[in-house]
């Protein structure tokens, strides 16, 4: 090799673990999946709600005015029982509506898990085939959704609300959208 094409190889791997030091720096979560419905209207939908009395839920709850936050759970899903305490802190603690989807879940046992662990929600739909979460992009649950007043998806929180990502996640998200 001449002059400069024997630095090719120190070159690459200086390439290399520049990359990989900006991968590892990131705070982004190689799993997530980027949500495509970002800056885009709220799906048209209608689906029961979970409390027989009440009226069903539909996207126009979304358009009030006011921001709400949408959350999509399952009794049977175990980060949606570690985040539950979180979304009861929100819903108690800030001026906003916590409005809860079922996904996939048998009523009952949706009824039951917050009879068990409190009722943040101000209105709870079911979506017992999961098509309500196609349309939204859900990929699994929970996933929290950040709806402005006129029904635009600001923010999508991906995965449980545990530990810190309340204060330093979702809080400042709230904010922006008051």
Not at 3 to 10: A, E, N
Not at 85 to 93: C, D, F, Y
Not at 98 to 125: Q, T
Request: glycine share 8%; hydrophobic share 45%.
């Amino acid at each position: 090799m001449n002059g400069f094409g024997r630095f090719i190889p120190l070159l690459i791997v200086v390439v290399l673990v520049g990359v990989f030091l900006s991968a590892m720096m990131s705070d982004r979560n190689p799993k997530e999946i980027k949500s495509v419905m970002i800056g885009k209207p709220v799906p048209t939908f209608e689906i029961p709600n979970l409390f027989d009395d009440q009226p069903a839920l539909t996207d126009a709850r979304l358009r009030s005015g006011k921001p709400v936050i949408v959350n999509f759970f399952a009794s049977w899903c175990l980060p949606c029982r570690a985040e539950h305490e979180n979304l009861v802190t929100l819903a108690s603690g800030y001026t906003v509506d916590v409005i809860g989807i079922a996904y996939k879940d048998d009523p009952e046992a949706s009824r039951d898990f917050l009879d068990e662990l409190g009722n943040p929600y101000a209105a709870a739909g079911v979506d017992r085939d999961g098509r309500l979460a196609i349309d939204w992009g859900v990929s699994g649950v929970p996933e929290t959704f950040f709806i402005d007043g006129e029904g635009v998806i600001r923010y999508r929180h991906w995965g449980p609300i545990v530990g810190d990502s309340l204060r330093v996640q979702l809080l400042p998200q709230l904010e922006e959208l008051q």
